[in-house]
């Protein structure tokens, strides 16, 4: 297909939509402020939503390898451990949803998700500055430093602090819900008289933790909380804090949660934000896509899975449509009410409390939704 398309970020939804459009035959190019991927220490939940769109990246069997399967998600008391509710996963929910739940390391979805694409599509060290218009149809970005590349359509996957978003609808004023997440990996065997065979979700009265393994023989654990702290508000991956603060803030909780706080050799601290939906998420030939349109707060761990929904969703649109910004309505249109439901479900902090219906949620396939016509 003879359009040129630039996608702003290579994160995990820039880089599923990299993917799919390498592999309908669009010429694509990532821009990337990073100088190269880090490992980020951090665990991820991918949902069968998101095992979905995975598999038709054809990554599924490299992360079935790597990753843990739990039987449950388990939610406890914090205090008691006594189960309040219990979502069933493992086998149960792959029969039920037609894709296995895994949770794994950050790392190992990221550079799986690098390898659904090209080795020269992705560019580091550009970090977008403007869009503008390049004769009739093209597009020009400018990058911090000076240099520019042309394209005839733009995807803003470039995360929770989007320039692409900045440029299309003005700064964003999030509400900080005086709340942080703590998070770190490490290995399991550091953790002292305590196995941990699933992944558990301690609720205690004002704050939680979510405990899993993040490797297929449960090698390595991580662990994400969330606990009052109005006084820190950097939303930030590499921010650290003394895994001491999270040892005091899980005082109160289970000996095992305490066992695997106390086991854990550095901590990393995430200010928790809270934002609305957002009414359009793009205007002619650019659009937004991932955290960019509908960051959400991680209670749901479904940010990154409803990115990978997008990506799949919008290829579609554009296989669909050869006008790009006709391509971008269609999936807009498809796309808003779905993730503006979980992004506001998310933000109650209320998933799998009580069991409940996880249908609406786990069962969505991105490759098969019928597309929406373009049009808000
Ligand atoms: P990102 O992955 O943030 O990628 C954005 C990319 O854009 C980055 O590489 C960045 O460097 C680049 N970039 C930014 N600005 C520019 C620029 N100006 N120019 C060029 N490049 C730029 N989701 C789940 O599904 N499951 C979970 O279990 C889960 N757990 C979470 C736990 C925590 C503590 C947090 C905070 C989030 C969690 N999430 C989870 C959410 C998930 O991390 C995000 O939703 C997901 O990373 C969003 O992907 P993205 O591609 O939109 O953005």
Redo the contacts with the bound molecule.
């Keep these: 297909m003879d359009i040129e398309i630039a996608v702003?970020?290579?994160?995990?939804?820039?880089?599923?939509a990299a993917g799919f459009l390498s592999r309908a035959g669009f010429r694509v190019t990532v821009?990337?402020?990073?100088r190269g991927f880090e490992r980020v220490g951090?665990?991820?939940?991918?949902?069968p939503n998101?095992m979905r769109v995975l598999r038709a990246l054809g990554l599924e069997d490299r992360l079935r390898a790597a990753a843990f399967t739990p039987p449950t998600w388990s939610h406890r008391a914090a205090d008691t451990g006594d189960l309040l509710g219990d979502l069933v996963l493992g086998a149960d929910a792959e029969e039920r949803f037609g894709a296995p739940y895994l949770?794994l390391h950050?790392g190992d979805l990221?550079q799986a998700l690098q390898s659904a694409v090209p080795p020269d599509v992705v560019r580091f060290r550009?970090?977008?500055?403007g869009i503008e218009p390049a004769g009739s149809s093209r597009l020009r970005l400018r990058?911090?430093g000076g240099t520019a590349a042309e394209a005839d359509a733009v995807i803003g996957?470039?995360?929770?602090?989007?320039?692409?978003r900045e440029l299309l609808l003005g700064p964003e004023r999030p509400r900080f819900t005086g709340r942080v997440?703590h998070?770190t990996t490490f290995p399991s065997s550091l953790v002292r008289g305590f196995t941990v065979t699933t992944n558990t979700k301690w609720w205690g009265a004002d704050r939680h933790i979510?405990i899993y393994p993040v490797t297929a023989n449960a090698g390595e654990l991580y662990y994400?909380t969330s606990v009052p702290d109005p006084a820190w508000d950097t939303?930030s991956?590499s921010a650290r804090c003394d895994p001491v603060e999270v040892v005091e803030a899980m005082a109160g909780f289970h000996p095992e949660v305490r066992a695997v706080v106390a086991a854990a050799p550095e901590a990393h601290k995430?200010a928790?934000f809270e934002r609305d939906p957002l009414e359009r998420w793009g205007e002619g030939a650019v659009v937004l896509?991932?955290?960019?349109?509908h960051?959400?707060?991680?209670y749901?761990?479904?940010?990154?899975?409803?990115?990978?929904e997008?990506a799949a969703v919008l290829v579609r649109a554009m296989a669909g449509h050869a006008d790009p910004a006709t391509a971008f309505a269609a999936y807009e249109a498809t796309r808003l009410d779905r993730t503006a439901r979980v992004q506001l479900t998310s933000r109650t902090n209320t998933w799998g409390r009580a069991g409940g219906d996880t249908s609406w949620l786990y069962g969505y396939d991105a490759l098969t939704v019928p597309l929406a016509p373009p049009g808000r």
């Design positions: 702003v970020g290579a994160g995990i939804g820039g880089l599923a821009y990337e402020q990073a951090a665990g991820i939940q991918m949902s998101a949770v950050r990221h550009h970090r977008l500055a990058f911090d996957a470039d995360g929770v602090h989007s320039r692409v997440a998070r979510v994400v939303e991956w995430w928790l896509l991932g955290d960019a349109c960051p959400m707060t991680p749901m761990a479904q940010g990154a899975a409803t990115s990978l997008d």
